[in-house]
C-alpha cells in the first residue's frame, strides 16, 4: 500500500539546514501524523512522500519555493518599542502573531529578536530561503476518520484524540 490523497500518514522526520545543523526533529517523540494532500507540511515534502510505502526510508532536499517560501525583501524586519506590546504578553524569538501588515493587510508576523525595551519582527517566516534538508522514515498509514476529512488534518495517531 503506498502513500495517496487522503490517508494519514506517520513520519519521524529529522530537518537540518545546508550547513547540517539540526532545526527540528520528530525522534524522541511519537510521529508527526499528517493527512496527505491537505497541505499540512510543506509542499516539497508531501510531493516527495506520495508513493511511498510504510518503511521507506528518504532524503529529501525542498528548496524554500517549496518549502516555507522565499524571504519578502519588499519588507525587511522592524524594531518596535517594548511598549507597543502589551505588557503582560509573553513574546519570544520564533513566535508567530497575526497583524495589520505595512501595506493594509493582515498577515503573519514572526520575532525576531527581542532585546531590553525593543521587539525586532519580521515579515518572513524564520525559515524563509532555507533549503530544507529532510531525513524521512514512514512510520505508519491509517485511514482517515470523517471528521479528519471535514477539517482537513489528523487527530493524533489513533484518530481519537480530538480538536
Ligand atoms: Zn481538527
Redesign the pocket.
Known amino acids: 500500500m503506498t502513500i495517496t490523497e487522503g490517508k494519514v500518514v506517520l513520519i519521524h522526520y529529522t530537518l537540518t539546514n545546508d550547513a547540517g545543523e539540526v532545526i527540528d526533529t520528530s525522534r524522541g517523540r511519537p510521529p508527526l501524523p499528517y493527512l496527505h494532500g491537505a497541505q499540512n507540511i510543506v509542499p516539497g515534502l508531501e510531493r516527495a512522500l506520495g508513493g511511498q510505502e510504510v518503511g521507506a526510508t528518504l532524503q529529501v532536499i525542498v528548496a524554500p519555493e517549496d518549502g516555507y517560501g522565499v524571504r519578502n525583501e519588499d519588507m525587511p524586519p522592524v524594531t518596535l518599542d517594548r511598549g507597543q506590546f502589551p505588557d503582560d504578553a509573553f513574546i519570544a524569538p520564533g513566535m508567530q502573531f497575526f497583524a495589520q501588515l505595512p501595506d493594509g493587510s493582515t498577515g503573519p508576523i514572526w520575532v525576531a529578536e527581542v532585546g531590553e525595551d525593543t521587539v525586532t519582527i519580521d515579515f518572513s517566516h524564520p525559515l524563509a530561503g532555507v533549503t530544507l534538508h529532510f531525513d524521512i522514515e514512514v512510520m505508519g498509514m491509517r485511514d482517515p476518520t470523517r471528521?479528519?476529512l471535514q477539517?482537513?488534518?489528523p487527530?493524533g495517531p489513533t484518530g481519537h484524540e480530538?480538536?
Open positions: 471528521e479528519e477539517h482537513g488534518h487527530h480530538g480538536h
